[in-house]
């Protein structure tokens, strides 16, 4: 099952003048969102993203299908070789979960090098937190712990 | 019986399962060596996802991460204020390659010797012109900009600020109004004569309003990670090209003539390469765009 040397041509320049677009499409998105084309306007990074990722995906569908010939095997063939891709969507998952567990620490601990730990018996760091920065908008004085601080006093 | 099974299965593109197991067919009709590319290529994208995805979960893990519209806004020709463009013309020069090689197994089919070896050419071609791109933009980053595995010059700001001059007097732009800047702004540190000069700054948002700060370095990730991902992708297109430049000069020499499975070779070469744009894809994305 494959293409006549025509239609294979004709698929070729196709997939050119599409991949090109979509390329330039996520690059203008990209400007647009960080406020390289109008002055002032951010598009918002939840339109943003999501954009970039469906249009990639897609090109990558196509390169896959078309170009690596994927849509004219076998079914057997495209699932030993594609299905174990969906493994990444667990490790995507997780990692990057954690990954946000990290920043929450670091968070965490910057806190607890400036004021000491304060409420021992508290085991959730989202109430830990709040506590804390609650304390801070009171007392406008304290020693300053960000990390740009530190840099500082080296 | 066996024969009959054959048959059938040649007859028809969709046959029992539980027949086409039995021997003497080809299930996934493809050869050996494709599927063994296939299963190769499918390891490698899993070496790439996992780089990709500690990119992302480092990323997440710190506020101070660079945004890459001002880390990759350089252009050749000591152009400045260019974001993303250099590398939106890589990836176009990767795209092309790509295309010329899918034209170059189309002519395998044909049995166009000529065919083959002329496409093949323009995609080492474009492999090269890639590989000559990344080599100025590597040199861009480490010469000029001073990133390296282990310092990362760009950082980013997580407060508003204004910057301060070295006497403490805030700093002016050119048109004379006040050097201010908000969160989540991407700085460069600069090098001059081997000394960092780190700007002042005085914080104009949250708890820290109204004291004085100092830019410092941005995550050592993000060097080590550019120059390991965007390094190893090079080095498949590296080995891609000479590859395709075995393969060119086999088919030239008229060695798939002779062979069986006639320019089988060439598929082969061509899945890899467009692996590599495939990956590109990805890199681009997570990288550059993100």
Not at chain 2, 151 to 161: A, E, L
Request: hydrophobic share 45%; proline share 3%; glycine share 8%.
């Amino acid at each position: 099952m494959s293409l006549s040397p025509e239609e294979g041509k004709k698929v070729v320049y196709r997939g050119m003048v599409l991949l090109g677009v979509i390329t330039l499409c996520e690059v203008i998105i990209a400007l647009l969102g960080n406020g390289h084309i109008i002055e002032g306007f951010h598009l918002h990074k939840y339109i943003m993203f999501p954009a970039m990722i469906i249009l990639s995906l897609y090109k990558a569908y196509y390169i896959v299908s078309e170009f690596m010939h994927m849509k004219y095997e076998t079914r057997g063939l495209v699932i030993s070789a594609l299905w174990p891709i969906v493994l990444l969507i667990w490790a995507m998952i997780a990692l990057l979960n954690e990954g946000g567990a990290w920043h929450h620490n670091r968070q965490y601990v910057e806190l607890i090098d400036r004021d000491g730990f304060k409420k021992p018996d508290s085991y959730s760091l989202d109430e830990y937190l709040q506590e804390v920065s609650s304390d801070t908008k009171t007392s406008q004085d304290q020693a300053p712990a960000t990390t740009e601080m530190q840099a500082e006093h080296k | 019986m066996t024969t009959d099974t054959h048959t059938e299965v040649s007859h028809h593109d969709h046959v029992d399962d539980s027949q086409i197991w039995e021997g003497g067919t080809s299930p996934f009709k493809a050869s050996y060596g494709k599927l063994m590319i296939w299963y190769f290529l499918i390891s490698d994208a899993f070496t790439f996802s996992g780089f990709l995805i500690a990119y992302g979960a480092l990323r997440f893990s710190t506020p101070t991460w660079p945004l890459p519209d001002v880390v990759f806004s350089t252009f050749p020709g000591g152009i400045h204020h260019a974001p993303l463009i250099f590398v939106t013309v890589m990836t176009f020069i990767l795209i092309l390659s790509s295309v010329t090689m899918v034209r170059a197994v189309q002519e395998g089919k044909k049995e166009n010797r000529m065919g083959v070896v002329k496409w093949m050419g323009f995609t080492i071609i474009g492999g090269l012109m890639f590989l000559s791109c990344q080599a100025w933009e590597w040199t861009n980053l480490i010469a000029k900009e001073h990133m390296s595995i282990s310092t990362n010059p760009f950082g980013t700001h997580t407060t508003d600020g204004v910057y301060l001059n070295e006497d403490g007097t805030v700093a002016k732009t050119a048109d004379g109004k006040d050097e201010k800047f908000t969160a989540g702004t991407t700085y460069l540190i600069h090098k001059k004569d081997g000394e960092w000069h780190k700007r002042k700054f005085k914080i104009t948002s949250g708890e820290y309003k109204g004291q004085v700060a100092q830019e410092s370095f941005g995550p050592k990730a993000f060097g080590a990670l550019f120059f390991f991902i965007t390094g190893f992708h090079g080095f498949h297109v590296f080995s891609g090209v000479v590859f395709l430049t075995i393969v060119m000069l086999n088919a030239l020499s008229g060695l798939y003539v002779s062979r069986k499975n006639g320019y089988e070779m060439v598929e082969k070469i061509g899945l890899y390469w467009h692996f590599v744009d495939l990956v590109w894809v990805f890199v681009f994305l997570v990288f550059y765009l993100l």
